[in-house]
Structure formats: C-alpha cells, structure tokens
C-alpha cells in the first residue's frame, strides 16, 4: 500500500468573490502552499488592518475563554451545484465541514457554536452577503460561512468567511482547493483560521497525531504505531501489533517517524519512512536505544543510550551517522526534548537520587538542574513557543504540569491516577497526554488539556492509546 | 516443495534426537571432557539435562525482586542466582537472556532504562560467581509486561523483577 500523505498539499487561493475562487482554482493548483492575503469582495469593507489602526472589538480572551467562550453560528457550507465527488455528495460534504469546523473550535474551549436549532440554511450567493440581521438575533458574536465547490479536475474549493456579527464585516477570508482525500484539512484549516484570527494564538487544528494504539491484557498489551489527523480521524496503523513498539515521535517536516521497536527482540530506535513504509535501525548497535526526539530543524535525533546499566543522551545525525554522547553522569540520563530554538535540551535525570528535570546546552555543556520542589520529574517537553516545559510528576499518582524553562512557575494541569508523557500542539496552547486506568485493566487513553488545566478531554481513537506525539502544523 | 524437504528433515532430526535421547538415563551430568547435552525441551516426561525445562526444576527460583526504585541485589536475590549460577556452571554452553522489568509507577522511558539496570545488576552477579558474560544477554521491558495486574503493593513487587531465560 503505498502512502501519499506527504504527495498531497492544500493550495491555497485567494477567493475573489464567488466567480473568483473557481477561476483561481484552475489555473492556481500548484504543489507547493500559497498562503496569500485575501482579496476583499467588491463593495466590502477591506479586513486587514495597517499597522497603527485600532484593532476590531471582536477578540476571544484566551484567559478568560473558557469561562465564556465565544458564541459563534456555523451553518452548513453550501454549494452550487450537487454532485457526486469522490468525498460523497457535494452538499453532504458541505455539512460535514461545518461540522468538522463546529467540533474544532467547541474543543479549544474558547467558542460556543450556536446549536443546529439556531442555524439557518445558507443559500450560495449569500455566502458573502450574510443575513446580519438574523444572526445578529442568535446572540452570535462572530459568523463562519463558506461554500463548496466540486471542480472539473477532481479537486474541492472550500472558501471560508469569518464575519463579525455586530460590526456586520468580513474579518477574513481564505480558499483551498484539496483533492478529494484531503477534504476534511479545509475544514481544520477553516478553523484555524478563525480560531487565529479572533484568538491571536498560533493554528493547531490541521494537525496530525502520532501515538501507540493499544488492545489486549494488561499482561501482554498489544502495541501498533498510528497516525490519526488532530481530531482523531482518519487513523491508520502502520504497524501490525506483533512486536512492541514505543514512544514516536513524527519528524518536523512529517514524512517520517522515529519510534523504538522490539523487533528481533533488540529494543531499538528505527526511523519509519511514511511515504514508502520502509524503516531502518537509527544506531546500528546491540545496545538499548530508546527516548527518541527530533531537534526543531530535524538534523538531528536525541535519544538515550543504555550501556551496562547506564543511561546517556545522545545525539545523532537524522539521517544516520555517529553518536555523539552529550551526557555522561552514572545515573539514567533520558527524556530529552529541545528548546524550539534548537540551542538547549531538556532532559531528566535521577543523578541526584530521583528523577528531576534538566538544561543543558545543545552540546550537553551547562547541565543544570531546574525542579526541585517534592516528588520526581519526569518526560520534559519544551513549549514550541519556548515559553514552558511541560512534565510529567510523580508523587501521589502522575499528573502533567508546566514549569519556565527556568524553573519558575510550577502549575498542575491534570489530576488522573497515572497522567504521562505530555506533547504539545503546535501553537504551544494545549497539550495531549497519556492517561492510564488503575488496577487490572490498564488501559489508557488519550487526553488533551489546555494551559488553563480547566478543558480535560478524551480524544477518541478506534482502540486504546498512549504515547502520543504532536506533530506541527501541515503545510 | 523445498519447504517440504526442510519440514521432512526437521522431523527425521526430532526423531533421531528423541531416540537418542531415550537411550541415556535422563538426569545424568555430563562426564568430564564430554559436551553436555545441547539443550532440549521434554520428551515425553523425561527432562533434558541442560534444558529451560531442567533450569526451572533445578534453581531456587527464576525470578529475583527489587525494591521500588532499586536494582540492587538483596540476600534472597542472592541466594536465587546462587543456585542459577552453579546450573550455569554446569551447562558451560547453555546462553541465558535476563529480562529486566519495573512496576507500573515509572514513567514509560525512565522504566526502560530501570530494566536494564535491573538486568544488568542480575547479570554482574553471575559474573561475579564465575559465569562468562559472553553467555548472558539482557533485555529491558520495562512496565511493557507485568505479571500481576493489579494497582497495590503487592502486585507492584510481583513485577519489579528480574527473569532468567534459558535460550540455548
């Protein structure tokens, strides 16, 4: 089966109007993205703002959000004409992306869609002229529209409009044009878009998750490496369950993966090439490697080392080379996890007598300790905004937390029986974790939070999971 | 068909090693110089010197313990490997794997690192008592492999432990 994840890009247009889009997206298709200002329609009020000009009142308090998060109307996406297209029926897919756009923004906590009671069939040539006056009466704060477009190659145009109601403009706007396999990234796109717009905060919606998809006895689980999209669809095994496989993580550009396997029995790091399925051993050697992490620019792998009952850091070029040991205390040295900047690591070491959380320089110079408040530290993960270190601690159970890269700053965020492993979305926001069940079950799930430590949810996948891994945004 | 050959060959051998096999008197130890038997599984209700099966009939124990955190060898632990030790000594070609394994109150890759540790320490002992290292191999799992399940003291030091397998 041959992978086409990484063959298929979104195009981005810019939506000139209704007539525009289309023309835009056939002479527009093009392999590589193309973020680009939107065009304002003829007749509206130009969105952007220069630099100096009052900012819209309409803003989303990510502090605050969660308290009274943001009423916002969604209504089903409509199109032109209904046709079959290879995603289903045209007018289907149209409710399905508001959908999808209505569950990415409710899950972060900080919007309130309207339910479907409150919405109202949009008819296309109103897409960009929106009925202000009835959505002003739902207590809708800001309006997304958009339409769907099924075009004579194949491809899907999905225009989204962000509104504001009270002000009656267009905020933004934006255009995709997706193959068909791709429909339900416009929707997350759509929604980052929304959410970036009126949240300030960086996009994490069009992302994928890297993780350990779990079955069987507590005694003998079943472990299969998996990638699902952010929202926990569109997941796929790619690996059959018959050898343990831990902790992946996804490369910085997402065409790879490295995850530690007990293929032949020999506990070892391999890299997983997602485009063709082959993988190779990271460290040709007979030596346990495990804890995997790629440096910010994916030059390099981190990853631990044990050798005689010791365990080191070290370094390694992505593609294959010789280690370089950054660590050398007799303790268990493991878990590093790069500052976004590439220049420092993260890491645990129980050199002190227990688990605690370290810095070093990205040469494994200036080691320093950073936690030191009671009970043990562990799976250091730096911010992608370089703002905080998310851990997990252990005392009385494990629970996920943030701390400054300096030390500062110590905040609890969840409060499971066993909460592990902490990976960040890409715009440093939220966190996905693992959480395991007490006693002979075992199992676990996935979780997310965000760094208010009020949104706990479970993220649905099709059996159990852990080990989760964030990847960045997709291009 | 060459699949075929290789089966029919494999089982000629199974029964040329089991008629052999019932020619020696089961338990008898290797004389001097001679090489003991290569190590094989019951036959019928016989036990061949040397084997996995042998092993677990003639140690105290294949399974040592540790305490939380810990991966030193205590005095029961001793005595364990003792009796391991000297069934090593024996069987001079027999190779073991020890599998290093840790409760569920690790984090998932401290835990690694812990195994190995725990195996390791195992394995230095039987160095230490004579047996080669080149005979040993270890292998950590972890919290991947508990073998009491519950979420309570006692199951918890069921699983901190470390395992001795006969490979051959």
New interface residues.
Partial sequence: MRQTYYHIRLAFVALIGLAGAAAAAQTTPSPQPMPQQAAPAPGQQPPALAPGQTPPPLEVDVTGGISAPMPIAIPAMPTPTIVSTAAGMSDQVGRELSNIITNDLKNSGLFHPLGANMLRPVAFPEVTAPAFDYWGGTGAQALVQGFIRANGDGTLTVGCYLYDVAARTELTRQGFVVPPSDWRRAAHKCADMVYTRLTGEGPYFDSRVVYVSETG?????IKRLAIMDQDGFNGRFLTNGQT?V??PELSPDQRSIVYMSYLN???SLYVYDIGSGRQRLLVPNTA?T??PSFSPDGRWILF?M?S??N?DIYRVPAHGGTPQRLTNSPG?D??GSFSPDGSKIAF?S?RSG??QIYVMNADGSGQQRISFSAGRY??PEWSPRGDLIAF?K?GGG?HVGVMSPGGGGERMLTDG??D??PTWAPNGRVLMYFR?S???S?ASDLWSVDLTGVNQRRIPTPLDG??PDWGPIRP | MAKTTATLLFATALVALAGCAHKRPPVLPPSPGEQPMPPQGPVGDQIMPGSAADFQRSVTSDTIHFALDQYDIDPTARAILDSQAQWLMRYPNVRVTIEGHCDERGTREYNLALGDRRANSTKNYLAARGVNPARVSTISYGKERPIALGSDEASWAQNRRAVTIVIG
């Fill in positions: 006895p507590k005694a003998h689980r343990i831990l902790t029995d020999r506990p346990l495990f804890a631990s044990a005689n009952g365990t268990i493991t878990g645990e129980d227990s688990q562990a799976t997990t252990i494990f029986w066993q592990e492993s395991t007490e006693g002979k075992g852990s080990d």
